[in-house]
């Protein structure tokens, strides 16, 4: 393979300027244009950042022609399959797999920190029942801040690790109280001699009046829900934990804007968008009619669940949740689920389509998940709270990350700016 050259040269005129381009240990290289407005006062335009870097970073990396995720150079299909989530939250945290001490310490640590201050009990209350739990982890894990006040000082490493550790521990126990709230059920606290999964899934289905028994299946497959999103380099919602944290926000602040960015259905909202769509599709023979929808330019809609920034190929969380969803629907014994089977039909069409083909729109990780939570008994509205927990791990390791960064600066894009130049007020009686 040819040497990488040290620099780019940009030529404007009759004046060059000469950009310094980093090779990656894996990926494209990139050109530093760091100093490109003071050398040649020019901006670059790239909205949506579909060819600009935003920081380096070691945690994940995604190879989207190839369809591979590596947290730490792992293969996520290998984590999914021996791993387990908290041990990957480790993982993306200190960067190494831990040794069977550490994990265990940094478990017990989890699982002590579950449960949340009891006045947030209050806070919850303000609510009206039927407010979307997102609404309700947004406005919740803000209010961390306001409980844990001896974790915000971001200049102490310490107290950036006690954050983490609560997050990754209290937003699990959020999400299942907005659950319990959104149903009129009573909040069931967390449960210590249960593991981070089983623990989830009891403090959202157990109920006072009879003991709770969690399923090992249920409880792998949620565990590998949640490793299965755990991280992805600089989504959006990742991008806007930084860009909060670049101001030096504290860490509570920080995470409620990467869950209210995760919220949209071009993002993490759409799993729940997807099953809504499968639903509306209803049987088999109409899915036709909406890949016709899909391709046609003068409709906005468009197949939830496929389709990537980075990935050209299958998302490879896709290709394990959808083995995943085999062995649920199974378990609850709706193996002939007529939605699982629309899914099915749906991404033989699509795949089969040369629009797909030609645009690189393979299922992604919402494709599959919101059937196998729907058949473990969530409602829609629940399927982007589980992404939110899921992800904690991922924007507070890159939030870590960015923190420990001596280059750190604001974030502060510039513009292209096409608005009116300079004019005059005119008074009202002129106008
Ligand atoms: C997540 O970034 C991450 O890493 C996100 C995520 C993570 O883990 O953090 O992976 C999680 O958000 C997964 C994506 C979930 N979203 C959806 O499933 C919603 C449906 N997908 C699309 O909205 C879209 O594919 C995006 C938003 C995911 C990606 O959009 P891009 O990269 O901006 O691509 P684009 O909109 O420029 O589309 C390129 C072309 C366009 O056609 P042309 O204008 O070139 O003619 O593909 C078309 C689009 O119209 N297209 C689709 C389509 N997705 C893109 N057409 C039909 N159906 C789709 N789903």
Redesign the pocket.
Known sequence: MAETPKTATLTIGDQSYELPIHSPTAGPDVIDIRKLYAQAGVFTYDP?F?STASTDSTITFIDGDKGELLHRGYPIDQLAAKSHYLEVCFLLLYGYLPKADELEKFENTITRHTMIHEQMHNFFRGFRRDAHPMAVMVGAVGAMAAFYHDSTDINDPRQREIASHRLIAKVPTIAAMAYKYSIGQPFVYPRNDLDYAANFLHMCFAVPAEEYVVDPILARAMDRIFTL?AD??Q????STVRLASSSGANPFACIAAGIACLWG????G?NQ??LEMLKEIGTPDRIPEYIAR??D?NDPF?????????YKNF?PRATVMKQSADEVLDLMGVENNPILATAKELETAALADPYFAE?K?FP???FYSGIILEAMGFPTSMFTPIFALS?TVGWVSQWQEQLADPQLKIGRPRQLYLGETTRDYVDIENR
């Open positions: 949506g579909t999103h992805h380099e989504n959006a919602s990742t259905p071009a993002h993490g759409a968008a997807c899909a391709k330019k468009r197949l939830m669940g496929f389709g990537h920034r980075v998302d645009k729109l992604n990780v919402d992800r």
